[in-house]
Every structure is written in structure tokens, then in C-alpha cells.
């Protein structure tokens, strides 16, 4: 029998309209707009733009208007204006999809204002401003979501059904390794990603959302973390040390190009947003990523230990030739291995041009898809479907939008995160970038985090 009072909260749930202040009108707001102006109509009304690059402004107001809304209502205004929309508009909720740097900034003020806060992870990048976040949610007593939509992907979903069932018994210890390819692992390097200290590195900004599953997987909290890795790859030092000819500074240019070089004017999307309003802010998001001014680590590895006694051993490459992952998690019953081929390899054409769909050009024995075994002891291996859905991350992402915009319902994975999830994955970054600077092994606990973090 069901509970009546869950029964008539998620009702009322689902017919509440929120107001919504987005903040920062980059690449990644696309999924959240695109939501509001479609599927999510009836969900969230958005109510204003805060952006400090006029024209990308322009831009994302001319697309909502293609997509048939009324943008006349929308408010728009810069970073300082967010407290004064927020009032103005009687907002509910902000959304903010801004570079990490800015997120705790954003999240206080947003808090303080009088709404909730949606925001991309990471949640933000260093113990600092961890704490900041912390103390505004206990002094407002408001909300903070973390869309960490790979748990939303089925074939995660099916690993943690497969954990949270008991089929591999009590979780020991996991393998989780991480490749990006020289098309997205490269991407990186171009942007404002490429200086650590806007995004603390791929430990917290790629790699958060990896320590989040393992997190969540395990149901467990990381107490100590030990890391190793550097700038082995990408960089001036390291294109000086293979001899490699020089390059421009930035793709967008004339003439031959190799397919380290991204091209703005090859993509509208990124054409519209970045190339054409570069004169707002001088952002440049194609630069060469064997350029100087690169701190952030392209090779990494990590060991996690938890508080329940199992031992996470991770990797991340930043430049491998094909994309995916590798997961094995040894329980006392049995193992679990999840193998994802996302993109089988990266090939160009003769102007240097990277194909867009390469798995499907030519033979080869790596082939994209994934595979999810389970075996036990004294069984044989056996292959668990993976139910898919359609979309983004496998239907994922629709599943995450549903629970951002009607409210989570009862969900046996767990899969909405909350605040200090979000601060349990990116803690397992900041101590692996203190390990990295010290060479020493980092317990969480030391970094002052301003929340327990105990499960």
C-alpha cells in the first residue's frame, strides 16, 4: 500500500510552475533553455538572462524566440544585477551554468536572494569556497541540486541495481578507468578549462562526476585520497620536448590545419556563441592546446579509500586515441565489470578535419557500444542487459531534466544528488589536488569542508 502523504506531496510536486533565473548563456545552458521552451513548458517558467557577454545574450534570446517563446518577458542583466532580477522577477529557482570558478559566488548570492539553486556540476573547486557554499546553506535553510546526469545513464543505473541488490555481496574494492579521445579529451585544453585554477583541474572538473558514481555505486564516503599526475602531454614544454613544428596560437584560421586545431567557423553553434561575440570579452575558446599557460593535468591516477573499508584505484588520459571507460567492482560474492566504448577512434580527412563519425568508417576490432557482466563465484560470467532510453547519455538526461523541473519521486537508485553529494565528489578532487602538491596521502576530514560528509 502506498504511503498517502508521499502520494499527495508528489502531486503536488507536479503541478508546481517555478520561476527560473538562469545564469551564464554558454554551450552547456542549451539543455536547461531547450527544456523550458519544450518538454518542460508547463514545468519552469524562465524568467531572466544573466550573462555578461552581450551578444552570446543575443544570441540564446534570438534561439528561445525561434523555439516560440514570448523572450519580450524574459529579464536580462550582468552578474551584478542577480539579486535586483531575482526580486524583480519573483524567481523561485537559479540555474547556473557559469565556469566553475564562479560557482560558489553565485550559489551564496542566489541563496542569500531568497531562491534554490540548480547548478552544473562541479559544484565548485577548492575547500574555500566549499565552505562558503556551506554556511549559506545553513544560514538559509535553502536547497542546492547538483545535476550529476551520469547516474542517470542506464547502463550506470544498471551497475549500481546490480550493487545495491547484493548479486556481488559486500563492494571490496574498485578499478574505474577513464579515457577522453583527441577530439573531447583535447577540447580541454582549448578552453578555460586549460588554466587549473578556473576549473581545479580534470580531478574535480571531468573528474567529479566519475567520483560521484563511484560514490554513489558504493553508497559510501571517500576519507582519504592519495594522487599522482602532471602536464605530461599537452602544453608548450611538451610539444618543445617531440620536436613538434610551430602552430597558430588559435584553429579559427585559413589555410592547412591539423586536427589538433578546432575551427569556431566549422560549427555554427559555437560560431554564433563564441566567434562572433569575441570582441564583448575577448574569450577565446579554439586555442592551441600545445600553447603556453596550460596547468591543468592530462594524466592522472588516484587511490580513494573509504569509509567503509573499500579501496578505489582510478585513472584518467586526456589524449588517448578511442573514448570510453572501464569499471570492475569486486564485492565478496562476486564481481561486476561495466565496459563503455563511446567513440571507437578519432580519424581526420586530408585538410586535417576530424570526422564526425569515424566508428562507422572502415574495419576495426575496437567497436563502439557497452557491456555490463556479471559473475559470481563458482558461476559462469553472465551478460546483463542494459535497458537504453532515448537521448542525451542514453535517456538519461531526460530522466534528469523530469526530476529538476517536476521534483524527484521515489526512486529506489537514489539518483537526484544533493549539496553534499556534490561536495563528496569534488572533496575526493581538492584532496587529490593537495596530494599532488604535497606527494603525500590527504584525508578529507583535514580540508575543512564546513559539512559532514559521514554516510
Known sequence: MSNPSISSRKAQILTVRRRYVVVGTGHRVQMYLDAMAGEHREDGELVALVEPNPGRLSVHRGWLGDAGLDVSAVATGGPDDLERLIAET???????????????????????????????????????????????????????????????????????????????????????????????????????????????????????????????WLADAPVQVYARGGVRF??????????????????????????????????????????DNESHDGYRR??????????????????????RGATLSYALNAHSPWEGYRVAVNGDQGRAELEVVERAAVLADAEGKILVDPSATGASTRTGGERLTLQRHWEVAEDVK??????????????????????????????????????????????????????????????????????
Open 386 to 455: 542494459i535497458e537504453e532510453g532515448t537521448g542525451g547519455h542514453g535517456g538519461g538526461d531526460a530522466l534528469l531534466l523530469a526530476d529538476v523541473f517536476r521534483g524527484p519521486g521515489d526512486d529506489w537508485l537514489e539518483r537526484p544528488s544533493s549539496w553534499v553529494d556534490g561536495i563528496r565528489s569534488i572533496a575526493v578532487g581538492m584532496a587529490g589536488n593537495e596530494s599532488l602538491r604535497t606527494g603525500l596521502p590527504v584525508k578529507i576530514v583535514d580540508l575543512g569542508l564546513g559539512v559532514d560528509l559521514s554516510r
Open 234 to 275: 599537452y602544453g608548450a614544454e611538451n610539444a618543445a620536448a617531440r620536436e613538434m613544428p610551430s602552430r597558430p596560437d588559435r584553429g579559427t584560421h585559413d589555410g592547412p590545419r591539423t586536427p589538433w586545431e578546432l575551427d569556431l567557423r566549422d560549427d555554427p553553434r559555437l560560431k554564433a556563441l563564441y566567434l
Open 90 to 216: 519573483r524567481a523561485d529557482r537559479a540555474i547556473i551554468t557559469t565556469p566553475d570558478y564562479t560557482h560558489a559566488d553565485l550559489i551564496a548570492r542566489s541563496l542569500d536572494a531568497g531562491v534554490d539553486v540548480v547548478v552544473e556540476k562541479p559544484l565548485t573547486i577548492d575547500p574555500e569556497s566549499t565552505r562558503r557554499i556551506a554556511d549559506a546553506v545553513k544560514r538559509t535553510g535553502r536547497q542546492v541540486v547538483v545535476t550529476h546526469n551520469y547516474r542517470y545513464s542506464p547502463r550506470n543505473s544498471a551497475l549500481k541495481e546490480l550493487i545495491k541488490g547484493g548479486s556481488i555481496g559486500k563492494p571490496l574494492s574498485v578499478t574505474f578507468e577513464w579515457v577522453l579521445d583527441t577530439a573531447h579529451g583535447a577540447d580541454y585544453f582549448r578552453r578555460w578549462h586549460r588554466d587549473k585554477a578556473n576549473s581545479g583541474g580534470l580531478l574535480i572538473h571531468k573528474a567529479s562526476h566519475h567520483f560521484d558514481l563511484v560514490n554513489w
Open 286 to 307: 579554439d586555442q592551441d592546446v600545445f600553447g603556453p599557460g596550460i596547468t591543468t593535468e592530462d594524466n592522472l591516477a588516484v587511490i580513494v579509500d573509504y569509509e
